[in-house]
């Protein structure tokens, strides 16, 4: 039988794509991140479904939980917040399925830094201003960044930079984007995108920091740095330009965009 890594969406029941939903209500068992993956989700699986919250279960835990489950005969969901390809620790649990001999599938979700931008009702890619968005996390005890990926190097670039998982070191992240990016560039974090206790602030990178301590903003929260989340002034993408060749690019096979 198959393991399905599933991407549940940033929060909101309702961000799962279809997929996801249909192959959820397809598998008998259903193992979730308890701790991030709304409840409400769950009442998508068979009615007899075998739910495991895997919050406090260890990777070898959740291994054996979906080795006995293929060897019974049972599709699996694996049901992770956010999109499986970013910060999900999906990685480890593949390697761990392959050395099993256990196939799996990935299921793409609604990424967390895509939820944030729609909460700024913002495009993260403007024309001119900005046309490359970093993500990236800070190095903690638990798990150290690799070299050449820390804040101080990724900002020499000065591109939109998405943070996951910083939200209680913003003072760090503060300190080591100001050099690259200046005091005025505007800054925000979104805390529960898609939820309904969802949470935005908008300011400078020298005031954010201050506005995420006040507000009590710890977890569950993206920090996002660059110029493009001012952008005002503008030119407009070549997507939509009256000047455009349509026809040209009809004929190459291609379709420009800014």
Do not use: W
């Amino acid at each position: 039988m198959t393991v399905y890594f599933i991407g549940a969406g940033p929060g909101a029941a309702d961000l799962i794509t279809v997929r996801g939903q249909r192959t959820l209500a397809a598998c008998r068992v259903c193992l979730y991140a308890g701790s991030l993956v709304p409840r409400e989700l769950l009442a998508e699986c068979p009615p007899d479904a075998r739910l495991i919250d895997t919050a406090q279960l260890n990777l070898d835990q959740i291994t054996a939980e979906l080795v006995r489950a293929h060897e019974e005969g049972h599709d699996v969901a694996r049901l992770h917040s956010g999109d499986p390809s970013v910060f999900s620790a999906v990685a480890e649990q593949m390697r761990r399925l392959d050395a099993a001999a256990v196939p799996y599938e990935v299921v793409p979700g609604v990424p967390a830094f895509a939820a944030a931008a729609a909460a700024l009702k913002r495009e993260l890619t403007v024309p001119t201003v900005g046309q490359t968005v970093v993500l990236t996390r800070v190095a903690n005890r638990a798990t150290p960044m690799p070299e050449g990926e820390d804040l101080a190097t990724l900002g020499r670039s000065r591109a939109l930079i998405v943070l996951h998982l910083a939200a209680r070191y913003v003072d760090r992240v503060v300190a080591e984007l100001l050099p690259h990016y200046g005091a005025d560039c505007p800054a925000a974090v979104v805390a529960m995108a898609s939820r309904p206790d969802e949470l935005v602030l908008r300011g400078t990178l020298a005031e954010i920091a201050g506005q995420v301590k006040a507000a009590g903003v710890v977890r569950t929260a993206v920090i996002l740095v660059g110029r493009t989340l001012g952008a005002e002034q503008f030119r407009d993408s070549h997507l939509y330009s009256a000047d455009r060749d349509r026809a040209h690019d009809a004929a190459s096979g291609g379709e420009a965009g800014h």
